[in-house]
């Protein structure tokens, strides 16, 4: 048995963790001797006095890495890379029907991230959880999960259009929000287990509400998906969101927060005489009610007013309204109004007293909104109760202007009668504090005057937040400040605004009211992207840069205005904003021609032209998909997106006027044995054409400078290679892995390589060019052919240029042959 011994620090696991797991293969010892076989380092040249006295005594030093690699459980058949229980990665990107091996208990993430033809999964005995490893995949029909699993998580199969059956296991207890979102073809179902054990599965309505599946057939029966998901006596969701009419069953006691969400094509709704309670928000979404009809005694439908009311408050308080009482009401609250006067009243009152207090309006109340040195809050001014808050509301104001802190000022004004707010608000303190009751569920957002910025992350994931006022003097908005807020729909901007931050906004879905103010000068990387709602936007010229994905995925988006000023438009800008039809400049078409715009800015957008001050500026975009026998070739604005491999190529040549292979467009693609790139060509990607393995040769463009990173990575089939001349730089990685690969002619012109030719077992020898200035340490790691480096330089040159150059002690080359004489290679 080979001994073994540690030093410095491994952060995966504790010493004593590293020290059990190594002892099943190895001798543990704690220090170096001359007899041990193996010292393990988390750095080569950290200069620890056990890794000196290891290279003193010639003991073999590895990494961490290195040594996990030998005692893990690894499986690899050439298709699935299995690393203790983990599948972390399936190699064939080509591959249509999966079966993941027994003894998998983990999918790890990025395990099929370009696996795009996947058309079945079947996923073994032993995987407990299933994330989002599965999501997003076009083609992919069918999923069979055996048992073992437990819960499907959050997405787990969402965007998977073409999916009709899932099979699901006796052992599942729980499917999380949105596990099957935008899986519109799911049309059957099939649960191992009993329809007793379904019933149990914890948000089984997370997966029927998606699905157009009408039953789950179970191992004693077919389980009828009911109209709305009924748990416990309460109806937590509706299944069906095309229903036109809702009937509750007697025995339901609750309706649940948001359960009829998005129904809106409800016409009517019948409640049973056992209904206690009404949820908040469960009624938001219908506004087309045409009849109700309720038998509960605490849930009163008036015909006269047609309001339904809930009476289990103190006060009675309406719950839905008919939409054909809509008009009524409105002219019933407005003579309400007149008939006593209320803002007569609150006016002649507020002009009398000098105070910060300030009077907002809404559709429903009237608030006066309270500013304090210590945040904030509300109080409720209702047209109904003038009589109550008339008399009281000018002693409350006079010891609103004493300064008092919002403890006092509040419990001054419930002693009087006075209807506090505070508990449906947050707010936030000058210095950019976020404070709320702990169960609070907000809908309105008050901030204080004076706050500069609203700091990252700061009401992410508020779903109850419904509106948000900013104060005059705000400048920015942090990142993710209001990531999927979900239900927020109005935004107030001050004109003082100059920074909305990286995804500020991101996944607002249901956002539809804002206007961006002139001096924002800045609206970040995906700030507004992924909202269902907005249809109209107007960008000011103060606004030098639209970045990347910035409105991406804005599904409602129809008109666009982009105001004079703007200098660039990042790629994915608009992106997927499928209804995007009208786009206007105010600037000249030679103005707009001069806005630098990336590619893709407008990728799935249906609008052709751009309306500018004098005339109509095209903005249509070659598209185009080339088809044989053996390959499709995908090419949008000038640039390869994927090439999918339907047979063998001898020779693909790729037509001329393209000026770019996208990242990944070849990856993994081995029907292809010669490439022909065009004299149009200026960049590949990186990662372009790694690991097709089949491919042989590749001829070059004269306009390329750069072979990027990963650029021909595990291109097994290269056995010699060209670089064309003008090329400055070799990316990290651009060859490693090229088994075959035994000679590769590297041009004058070269300066920089980047760790290029890693693992490259089968080359001999390599001339570099007399101009090279940086050659990064590995750059020949594993190289294990290598014998022969002629550096064209002198020792001088190659003493500046291998200032981070080493090789581990395995390479067979000792020295580098320099114009003026030998340079020994070190090894650490």
Known sequence: MESVCFTGEYYEMTRAELTEKASKKFEVRKSVTKDLDILVCDDPNSGSSKLEKAKKNGTRVITYKEFMDMVDDIKDDGVFYIRNGVLKKCRDDNIENVVIPSGVTEIDFSAFLFCFHLKSIEIPEGVKEIGREFQGFSELESVIIHKGTQIIKYNAFEKNPLLKFVQLPSSLSEIQTEAF???????????????????????LENLLQYAPATSVKCSDGE?????????????????????????LDEGVTAISENAFKECASVLSIELPSTLTEIRKGAFDDLKNVEKIVSHSPLFTFDEKTKKLYDMTGKTKKVVLLLNAGKEEAKKEKIAQVQNVSASSVLESIMSE???????????????????TEDGGFEIVLADSK????MPNLPAFLDFVATGADSIAIRKFAIERG?????KKFISISKDGCVSWKKKTEPVYLFIPEGVKKIEDNAFHYCNYLEQVVFPDGLEEIGDSAFTDCKSLTKIVFPPSLKVIGNSAFYCCEYLKDFEIPNGVEKIEAGAFSTNSRFESLRIPGSVKIIEHASFKECHKLKTLVIEKGVEKIEKEAFQDCEKLSEITYTGTVAEWEKIEKERKWHYNVPAQSVKCSDAEASIAVNHEVIKTDTYKLAIYDNGVEECVSTGVTEKLVIPEGVTLIEYGAFYGVKGIKSVELPSSLT?????????????KSVVFPPNITAIEKDAFRECTGIESFEIPEGVTTIGRDAFKDCTALKSIKIPESVTVIHDAFGRCTALESIVLPAGLTEIDFTSFSGCSSLRDITFKGTKAQWNAAKEYFWQDEDLPAKVVHCADGDVEIEVY
């Open 353 to 371: 007293h000098k105070t910060n207090a300030e009077v907002i309006r809404d559709d429903k109340n009237v608030y006066l909104q309270i500013q």
């Open 386 to 389: 003038v009589s109550k808050w």
């Open 683 to 695: 960049k590949i990607d990186e990662g372009a054409l790694s690991h097709c393995v089949n491919l």
């Open 181 to 203: 979102l935008r899986c519109p073809s799911l049309s059957k179902i099939v649960f191992e287990g009993t329809i007793e054990q379904w019933k149990k599965v914890k948000g």
């Open 418 to 422: 006075l209807e506090d707010s505070s």
């Open 223 to 247: 389980w009828q998906k009911p109209l709305v998901f009924v748990e416990d006596g309460v109806a937590v969701k509706c299944l069906d969101k095309s229903t036109t009419s809702i009937k």
